[in-house]
């Protein structure tokens, strides 16, 4: 059956191509980039509330940072709308001098005040976007005196906490929540002190190469071209992203050229695309990382022993990697991503039934036991899971799959309601070593009654004080040498406790191209900017 | 105090022809409205159990407490069930069927959106099954047993059993890769797309009614495949309904009598026998309407067309309650509307029904 079925996935497969090369082309209009994408996340687009990387990609091409991150290295900051900053000596304070000649699409002229009320207006409205705020020590009720304009051109941003100043610089380069707001035109759309939530909702008001025309969700979103833009407008007069959600679909669409661009394809479709000679396939590593994970507070779990057996010893690392992530991830074990001077060198974990049978065994399970296993119903968490499935299987441990949407997986172990969960998270937006080991691993208080949902520590039930202090630590150093020492450390305490959560490859997004796209550059923390992008014909 | 005159004894009134309308309207409309009721009670209470958490489809996975406690609030999920149920139907008494979580719009400005796009691609297809689906039906019952029957039975079981998403895709591959006949997937080129303001928002009409001819022509082609493969699964099941009730009716005496006295075949069948399934076929047609309308979701996925039964099927797994409960409420109105319909059609074509 299986067989035929594969039979029938190669003619299909084999037609589709023939398909491709003996079409007749279409064509994309010269001005307009046309992106089939899905937006399936893509609930609002308000700056304060937007999770995902749907709007993240948005927001960098409608709004203005102040500051950006360079594509090709993301620890290289380049000046947005800041022209240049300074930090302070002793790291609390960094000052922000803004260029007099950007203006909003409204027209009117972006200043101080307007990105210190943007600033303020997230940790106000308190909503999914002000987390990583929260996290370096800001409230609603401080940030009045720690966010202000001391003129038109000059904002300030002083650090309730010791923080690394460099980490607070990244998110204002990458998290949603730092774009800069017109706030003029926000506060004329108010409605009962919402600050323009509402409306910002389904608009933008920024100041950023390209103009929000229109979002109906889950079917278009139509940017054009800001000509008063304070750099070079966009070549692009239009930006076109349509909801798809079909790989096949895509796939078709782009051969026949009535796509200029596609993400969301399925494997077998990017590779059959590679072979076209009029497409170009592009991946970026991003700093999410796909993890599996266990319950702690699982009696079987809280055993060291077991977790060794299930998270390192039963998880065939290699296979996983070489045969369902392609296209999706990289093979990596570290809580810390690829690319960063702290990253340590894989420790190499292998697929080993004998060793894990060994640890079970002392843990006194030399026969396994049943468990479950949470996973989004969605490639490629469920081919993680059905061979995590039979690789446990091997060592005894007959595991169910319990498959699922984000929210009741992801719901589920916010509930600390799971025992073993195949997912992916730990932020890494920020190219620095602190944004994942945060979230995946710190957990600084461990009662449920905490409820410090946003940390898959807490969720994992997983807490080990040293651990927490090499994190807080790395965060407060400013010597470098000293911080990449200590999150090596942090590292190597990582390898030695064997925490409730196990990466296994680094999150890779690819996009497919027609070869007549110029100057499109994949950002690694997702503000892919389009601005430059043109078509060669 | 004087006696009043005595009025004599009279027999017991009937009711006048248009009271006893008045009463049975009234106690039709009684009746829809507790069907109406009763389904939204039973959505909104399985919406409720679903495990689905509209709070963590806002805030994200990664929402500290504070954040999910403050939008739990504002939704109104705080308070008890009953008492949400009642908010619920007061707003919708006055017209407002809430904000839907997945767009931020009013869920009527999504509704409006989203139906005449289906609308559009049901109407069409309703008509490809029914004028394809009808004449095979009544051909295969005049061929009873015969080649041509068991022909029409194997078109209307593959047009049943092939899954709709495998005739999409395939429908894409030759009829807009090979052959470039078809527009592709969503309602109009792209290049054309918000050219024209939606009126009614049946791309057809509205940009018929503008003089966008290059509008129409490239929403003309897109709508085409779609609907004639919705169509061919409508087909299936009008013609085997077709041929059932056409059999029926040929086995009658009035049949038999007809062809004694020597009417020709046609005659017999289209007029005689045909006439009488009539009113059975409405319903059926009717119904199938309907059930293309909120079941075109796999055909919407496929052709990337944004109706209906794709927004559906989005809030319902966003937990999007709102949108749910106003899209719920639309299928059973269309449902029950459709009843109605059939059964006043009833009252045309059969004159028994009108007694």
Known sequence: MNSLRSLGARALSASLLAAAMTCAHAKTPDDQLIIGVSMNNLLTLD???????????????????????????????????AQEWTIAPDGRRISFKLRSEARFHSGNPVTAEDAAWSFRRVLKLNLAMASPWKSYGFTAKNIDQLIRATDAATLVIDLPQPTDPKIVLYTLGTSVSAVILDRKTVLEHDKNGD????????????SGPFVLDEWRAKEVLIMSRYTRYWREPPKMRRVIMRHMTESQSLRLMLTR??????????????????????????????????????????????????????????????????????????????????????????PGYQFDVVAARKLLADAGMPNGFKTTIRVVAESPFTNIATNLQSTLAKAGIDASILPGTGNQVYGAMRERNFEIIVGRGGGGAEPHPHSSLRALVYNPDNRDAAKLTNFQGWRTSFSDPELNQLIEGGLTQRDEKKQTELYVEAQRAFDADVPAIQP?????????????ILNYVGHPSVTTRLREVSKQR | MSALPQSPPSAPRRPSPGSRHLRLAGQRLFSVLLTLLGLLLLTFLIGRVMPLDPVLSIVGPDADRSTYQQVYHQLGLDRPIVVQFGYYLRDLLQGDFGNALLTGHPVTEDLARVLPATIELATLAIIVGTLLGVPLGVYAATRRGRLGDHAVRLISLMGHSTPIFWLGMMGLLVFYAWLGWAGGLGRVDFAYDGLVKPVTGL???????????????????????????LGLHSMAYISRMTRSFMLSQLSQEYILTARVKGLPERTVIWRHAFRNILVQLLTIVALAYGGLLEGAVLIETVFGWPGFGSYLTSSLLLGDMNAVMGSVLVVGTVFVALNLLSDALYQVFDPRTRQ
Not at chain 1, 195 to 206: E, V
Not at chain 1, 282 to 290: C, D, F, I, N
Not at chain 1, 504 to 516: E, G, H, P
């Open chain 1, 257 to 346: 050229g009535d796509l200029d661009m596609a993400t969301g394809l399925s494997v077998p479709d990017i590779e059959a695309l590679k072979r076209n000679p009029e497409i170009d396939v592009h991946s970026v590593k991003r700093g999410t990382l796909y993890y599996v994970a266990v319950s702690a507070k699982d009696p079987k779990f809280a055993d060291k022993r077991v977790r060794e057996a299930v998270l390192r010893k039963l998880v065939d690392f290699d296979g996983i990697n070489k045969s369902v992530m392609p296209y999706y991830g990289v093979y990596h074990q570290r809580p810390v991503p690829l690319g960063l001077t702290a990253t340590l060198p894989e």
């Open chain 1, 504 to 516: 296994v490859s680094q999150m890779v997004d690819t996009v497919v191209l027609r070869k007549d």
């Open chain 1, 47 to 81: 700056p304060a509330s937007a999770t995902g990387n749907n709007v993240v990609e948005i927001a960098c091409n409608v709004y203005d940072y102040l500051v950006e991150l360079d594509a090709n290295d993301p620890t290289r900051l380049l000046p947005g709308l």
């Open chain 1, 195 to 206: 600050m323009g939530a509402a409306w910002l909702t389904t608009h933008a008001a920024g």
């Open chain 2, 203 to 229: 791309l057809l009409f509205d940009s018929a009614l503008v003089g966008e001819w290059a509008v129409f022509g490239s929403a003309l082609k897109h709508v085409m495949l779609p609907a004639c493969i």
